[in-house]
């Protein structure tokens, strides 16, 4: 089925050590964007891209890379684990942003708890 | 800085009954307004986008209604069933020069239909 995987699904990590969360869309989506959420709490915006070779950082991005090479695959890079990295990562993508008439498409998120 | 916020927190209704979730935003400049459904241990699932130039959208049993000016939404659900129990998240898009596409989320809205 078309849409955004995402994977691992759950993950523990011990401090600091590092990891990657992937994220493919096969949508042909320009605009992919990566939220985390934390327990009892809204999405927040840790980093986007409007297309590939362009990213930009959200409202929470310390301690957190992305790279944008192809349109399908926007991946998250954890270098340094800590515990208030724990928390479940979303992975999203839009065809237009919000000039479009569509909405967002989300994956299934990735559980992780840094230990 | 755009805050939403979702009110109540949580919510429980006997099966069949029409209920109400709130949405309020602090700046009234939006591109527009999304109605999001989050089952246990999922995604999110888009439910109803509303423009900023639009005061309703409406699918099946769900009504959706933005007063910008108040920086007010509602997500009206009639005649409620157990299968609607979920968390509700709304998210606006913030207007700006540039389109990013980017969501403020609230906290969400747990809603638990009893048989």
């Known amino acids: 089925n078309a849409g955004v995987t995402q994977t691992p699904k759950f993950r523990i990590l011990k401090i600091g050590q590092s990891m990657t969360l992937q994220c493919a869309q096969d949508?042909?989506?320009?605009?992919m964007y990566w939220y985390r959420q934390d327990p009892g709490m809204g999405l927040k915006l840790i980093y986007y891209?409007?297309?590939?070779?362009?990213?930009d950082k959200g409202e929470v991005p310390n301690g957190y890379n992305v790279s944008r090479s192809t349109t399908e695959d926007f991946p998250l890079r954890l270098e340094l684990a800590a515990p208030s990295q724990t928390s479940v990562y979303f992975c999203?993508?839009?065809?237009?942003?919000?000039?479009?008439?569509?909405?967002?498409?989300f994956g299934s998120g990735t559980r992780l708890t840094v230990v | 800085k755009q805050e939403v916020t979702q009110i109540p927190a949580a919510l429980s209704v006997p099966e069949g009954e029409n209920l109400v979730l709130n949405c309020s935003f602090t700046d009234s400049a939006i591109y527009n307004l999304q109605w999001f459904r989050q089952d246990p241990g999922k995604g999110l699932t888009s439910l109803l986008l509303?423009?900023?130039?639009?005061r309703e959208q409406t699918s099946g049993r769900l009504n959706a209604s933005l007063d910008k000016s108040s920086g007010r939404s509602t997500l009206y659900i009639a005649a409620s069933q157990p299968g609607d129990s979920a968390t509700y998240l709304c998210a606006v898009s913030p207007d700006g020069s540039s389109n990013t596409g980017k969501l403020i989320f609230g906290q969400g809205t747990t809603l638990q239909v009893k048989p």
């Open positions: 891209s409007v297309g590939a070779g362009i990213t």
């Open positions: 999203a993508s839009s065809p237009a942003g919000h000039r479009g008439p569509d909405g967002y498409t």
């Open positions: 509303i423009q900023s130039s639009q």
């Open positions: 949508m042909n989506h320009n605009y």
